[in-house]
């Protein structure tokens, strides 16, 4: 595995690591507050056919956190540009959670994208939190933390069949953050406008979700062009970390059905 760092288009440096070969690169990008070792699993098994790509998104994991202007804009650069440093001649951008609508905004800047998978995330493009939804949220992040992470959050992120070691590792990682750097990260993704950009979607996408939340296939296939997803069963808001086999799986498949040799 070779590990990098690549100046986004403000000059904050951007991690990510390299490993396996082949003409196809997979770049998998993760949710808010993780890092690009979530995908540690995909890594291993999905290397021996692909080029696997795991970057750190500006303020999370090695990438730095200096960044003052926190856009949509700006993420789906640090996207492309860690993609130009991909020598593969396709490209599958893979984004969980906040990333799923990242990494749609950075596939209209990479030319050779060949599709985007979705991981737990844009499940219906017409039930979209407002900002004023999400401030209220952010507010509750600001005044404490601790205990929004630990008694509010994980009744959207996890499933009872979650498994305890997973919910413990993702609440450890998330209270590592400062709160006012957790929210000024999250804050972008209610401020731009998905439905406008997944409308310029030109690439197939498809979607893993679990099923701890219900997806609309039909709204969501009035904004891309090319939509569908697959279920993940008895998972919360992070299959690829607590059910990694089925979900590689899953993945492999849905390449396979895209004529992605695998």
Known sequence: MISNYVKSSDGVKIHYTISGQGEIALLFVHGWLGNGQW????????SKNFTVVLMDLAGHGKSDKSRSNWTSKQYAEDIKNVSEQIKANKLILIGHSMSGAYV????????????????DTLQDLDQIMTIEQASQMFELCRK????TVENILPQYLFAKSSPKAI?????NEFLAFDPNLAVSILEPLYKMDIREIAKKVIVPVRAINSNFSPTNCFNNQKYFHDYNYCEILGTG???????PETFNQLLEETLKQMKIPV
């Not at 404490?144 to 205990?147: A, E, T, Y």
């Not at 919910?167 to 609440?171: G, N």
């Not at 808001?237 to 059910?243: A, D, G, Q, S």
Request: proline share 5%; hydrophobic share 40%; net charge neutral.
């Open 39 to 46: 995908w540690n699993s995909q890594s291993e098994y999905f």
């Open 104 to 119: 749609a905004e950075a596939s209209i800047l990479i030319p050779k994208t060949a599709a985007i998978i979705l991981v």
């Open 144 to 147: 404490d933390f601790k205990s």
């Open 167 to 171: 919910c413990s590792k993702i609440q």
């Open 237 to 243: 808001h992070y299959p690829m970390l607590e059910k």
